[in-house]
Structures are given as C-alpha cells and as structure tokens.
C-alpha cells in the first residue's frame, strides 16, 4: 500500500543527500523514480537537486509534475519531493491523490520551521496528511540535537523578524540562516551570540546573555538527547 512520507530537518542534516540516496537505491535495483522540487527553490540551478557533500541529480518542477497525466506517474515506483517546506496546501493535497488514488508512493523531504520558529506553510500540511513522519538528525554548536535554524544580524544578534523566505540572498532557501541551534540555545535567542567567521563560516560560540545567567560550557551529546 502507498503512502506519504515526510522527512524533515534543521538546515544542513543532510535532507537532500538522503533525497538523492533514495533515489539512487530504487534506481540500482531497477525501479524507476521522479525527482521533483518546488520551483522557488532556485539555489542549485535550473531542474537540479544538489546536496552540501556534492551530490546532485536532474529534477522537474513540482508543477510540470502535476501536468503530467495520472497514467504516465503510475510507471513510477517512488516520487521524491525535495524541499517539501515550500509546497502550498493544495500541492500537499495533490500529493495525497497520487498516494490514495494512483498507489504511488511519495516521499517529501524539507525544513518543518523557519528561522523564527514557525512552520512553513507546505510543513504543515505535511505533517497533518503524511502517513509516516521523520526527524533527519544533525548536532547544535553545543552538542545536543539541533531542532532550529537561526539567523544572525551583523552584530551577532539572533534575529527574530522578517522574510520567510528572500529570493536572491546568499540562500534562497533559507533566508540567511546562519546556524543550527538546539532547544536550549534556540531559547535564549533574545541574548547576543558570539559570531565567529572563519573561511567564510559562522560559528555560535557561545551565549552572552547576562552576567548573571547560568553559564554551562559546550558539552558532548548525541542526536537524541
């Protein structure tokens, strides 16, 4: 029985090398998949899917997808949707028809929230329909599980307002996120971080919040602490 997967993830867990892996997996045991991606996410060029570690694939676009007719998608064993965050209600809904109507299984990867902590509109629809939900796992600065993706200002300030999305800015899809932040270090995010550039990356080094707040220094953990 088909069903509808959602993969999500902070910036940078390796969300779109795990699109790429499945379909490579399908694909070396002789079953054909459709890559598709959003058209607002224009970062990696035109109709291509990349990854940070280099990997990469040609894609279409989510709306020449939904040209195409029930009958030519059914030859597919797996469509995989890359950046799932920027589906509208009514893409997610689409979704659903091939899954429930056509017996096509799909699975959606992408970002479930923003850098102020909200989900995307094409996340939430996701995470109400989908049949099975994932958390794709990367580590914070301080070694816990990073859950929030966070923005910085020039001064090393956590920026709590603007755009959801900038087109044209360093990263068009994520809107100048600069860092992954677990829960703890996401809610102190009214504090000043200490920002550091080194080769063209910004670190969060640590909290300078208060004088008087608790200080505790970066410790190991793991992806499910």
Known sequence: MAQLYFKYGAMGSSKSANALMARFNYEERGQETLLVKPQLDTRDGDHMVRS????????????????MPDE???KYACIIVDEAQFLTKEEVYYLV???DDCGIPVICYGLKA???GELFPGSYQLL????KLEEVKTIC???KKAAFNARFDEHGHVVKEGEQVVLGAKSTRYSNIDALLSRPAYQTRNSKFVVQVSGGRKEVLRDDASENAHRQEPHGGSLFD
């Open 97 to 99: 028809h091939l899954v």
């Open 52 to 67: 940070r570690i280099g990997l990469e694939h040609p894609c279409i676009y989510f709306h020449e997808m939904q040209q």
């Open 128 to 131: 109400v329909l989908a049949d």
């Open 114 to 116: 923003d850098f102020k």
């Open 72 to 74: 030519e998608l059914q």
């Open 141 to 143: 600065w301080c070694g």
